[in-house]
Nanobody, 122 residues
Framework: QVQLQEWGPGLLKPSQTLSLTCAVY??????????WSWIRQPPGKGLEWMGV???????HYSPSLNSRASISRDTSKNQLSLQLSSVTPEDTAVYYC??????????????WGKGALVTVSS
């Protein structure tokens, strides 16, 4: 069974950089056929896909966050990282990491972490 766990500072001030880590257990993040994604959900709003890193280490980001978001990985620790620069209160959300099951014509997110709440406030 695959398990994911997110953690990082839960409170930030505007203009700071958000930094979260996702530890993956039960499956190497370099395994073929799977990508690893970050998703967030602001209070009272829907899920927002932020970006993904492939098993090859290539990254793709939501256009709205492309200039601020950065996803990386540490294969020796089997961990994912998310950085989001210049945060504002609108970045307050529960942040999730999830595994992406990739096929030629479709994909799905089959395993999710429990989420980490990040609050941006003065």
């Amino acid at each position: 069974q695959v398990q994911l766990q997110e953690w990082g500072p839960g409170l930030l001030k505007p203009s700071q950089t958000l930094s979260l880590t996702c530890a993956v257990y039960g499956d190497p993040i370099t395994a073929s056929g799977y990508w690893w994604s970050w998703i967030r959900q602001p209070p009272g709003k829907g899920l927002e896909w932020m970006g993904v890193i492939t098993y090859e280490g290539m990254t793709h980001y939501s256009p709205s966050l492309n200039s601020r978001a950065s996803i990386s990985r540490d294969t020796s620790k089997n961990q994912l990282s998310l950085q989001l620069s210049s945060v504002t209160p609108e970045d307050t959300a529960v942040y999730y990491c999830a595994r992406v099951y990739v096929r030629s014509s479709w994909c799905g997110m089959d395993y999710w972490g429990k989420g980490a709440l990040v609050t941006v406030s003065s």
